[in-house]
């Protein structure tokens, strides 16, 4: 009888996620031989650190802080790089794809500034790259964009891609504590970074957004091009704000093409309370999804922490394991389509949407009507206001308006700031009212 073929795999980064794939691997050792009819080993991981105690145990000489043990050993089959960051991670991946091998991944911020050279090496190499774990954690969102509905015109994609933001938005409306204090919270709860910048800037969620409109719209967008915002700004109230109007605060990540033109950006945005995406709470994600045939669908499930991510990894693993096996890697290209797209972006300032708006004010007569004339100036009509207290002090004047444009917008609130009653700088939230 002959001997099953083994497949040997090498890891890079054994921090929380490489510590998941190293349990999940073990633990799940049998039955991921059974699916593949071979055998899958973990035969190296590359550390820094080689004494921190991570739970598991592994043979004597497993373990190592040479990743040259790695990119150099002609019987490694594929790599797992979770080490994070753009260098020395890149130039790791690139070696390990121009020596033959297969590679996974989890970092998103990588793919989406150098994906365009690493997924070419890979092409050039004939080796594929995984990177289910990059756009949402647990959630299959890859492998559904790239085959499942690639038949289907997808017009737009909604995303609740970050758990930090999600978190700490999810706490500010549950517990009506501000934001300083949900944050906090979600770093106790170890759910946000001690620097959270990349999550609480909206700059991760930016990262996910340029995969996820080559996934679904076959679109080169490039990171410069989408407009950012993070939740530094929203305050209790605003989230209690919203409520009372009828929304959710929520951290999105939009992208929507008509064939022609993309519309790219990330920002805090009032969601219907009846929408899906507004019951999406703590450090859960969701892709919504707005085909063209299918319809609306989403995807739900938890887009961070070891054993989720780790389970997004080890399934690309098993898929760069099979197309080994079949001699079937670089079949299929890493979005589904042989060559992404430039197609224009829609300048922000284009953009047609209801407002949130917070100004906080000196309390004194006129200030409303001010404000109203201001806006009025740049031809915005307001639907709701809510003027709170009365003494002389700064107090919040909310302000739904009506679908305006971008550009208008900001034009008002620049002579809003130069107001002398106007105390900080206004907020401003964007109402999707029109999600799919």
């Known amino acids: 009888m002959a001997t099953p073929r083994e497949i040997r795999v090498g890891l890079i980064g054994f921090g929380t996620i490489g510590t998941g794939v190293v349990k999940m691997l073990t633990a799940r050792r049998a039955a991921i031989d059974a699916i593949l009819g071979a055998r899958l080993r973990l035969v190296r991981i590359a550390d820094l650190d080689t004494r921190t105690d991570r739970g598991v145990r592994l043979p004597k000489g497993v373990l190592v802080n040479d990743v040259r043990r790695i990119l150099d050993d002609p019987s490694i089959d594929i790599v797992i790089e979770l080490m994070g960051g753009y260098d020395p991670a890149r130039k790791f991946m ?101 620097d959270p910048t990349f999550d609480i800037d909206g700059i991760d969620s930016a990262h996910k957004l340029v995969l996820l409109s080559a996934l679904a719209f076959g679109a080169d967008v490039r990171l410069k091009e989408i407009h950012t915002e993070g939740i530094r700004s929203v305050e209790q109230i605003d989230v209690a704000g919203a409520r009372d109007l009828g929304y959710a605060v929520k951290l999105l990540a939009i992208g929507i093409c008509d064939g022609r033109r993309v519309t790219a950006r990330v920002h805090p ?131 739904r308006t009506h679908e305006a444009r971008e550009r208008d917008l900001q034009a008002a609130l620049k002579r809003i700031r130069r107001m002398r009653a106007v105390q900080g700088a206004p907020v401003c939230l964007r109402i999707e009212e029109n999600l799919a």
Request: include cysteine; charged fraction near 15%.
């Open 94 to 194: 690139l070696e390990a794809i121009r020596a033959g091998k297969s590679v996974a991944t989890a970092n998103k911020a990588l793919l989406a500034t150098h994906g365009a050279e690493i997924f070419k090496a890979a092409a050039r190499a004939r080796v594929d790259v995984g990177f289910e774990a990059s756009t949402g954690g647990g959630i299959p969102i890859v492998r559904v964009l790239r085959d499942a509905v690639s038949a289907d015109r997808n017009r737009g994609v909604y995303g609740i891609v970050n758990g930090t933001c999600n978190h700490i938005l999810s706490t500010m409306a549950a517990d009506g504590t501000g934001f300083a204090t949900a944050l906090a919270q979600a770093q106790a709860d170890g759910l946000a970074e001690a």
């Open 269 to 399: 945005a009032l969601v219907p309370e009846a929408h899906v995406l507004a019951g999406v709470g703590g450090a859960f994600n969701a892709i919504y999804v707005d085909g063209e045939s299918l319809g609306s669908s989403m995807y739900y499930g938890l887009g961070a922490g070891m054993m989720p991510t780790a389970t997004a990894v080890v399934g690309d693993v098993i898929e760069l394991a099979r197309n080994r096996l079949t001699g079937t890697a670089s079949v299929v290209p890493p979005f589904g389509v042989p060559t992404l797209r430039r197609l224009p972006v829609v300048p922000m300032g284009d953009l047609r949407t209801a407002y949130y708006l917070r100004i906080m004010v000196r309390d004194r007569p006129g200030v409303l009507a001010e404000i109203a004339g201001l806006l009025g100036h740049e031809r915005i009509s307001i639907a709701t206001v809510i003027q709170q207290g009365q003494g002389g002090g700064a107090v919040p004047i909310v302000i």
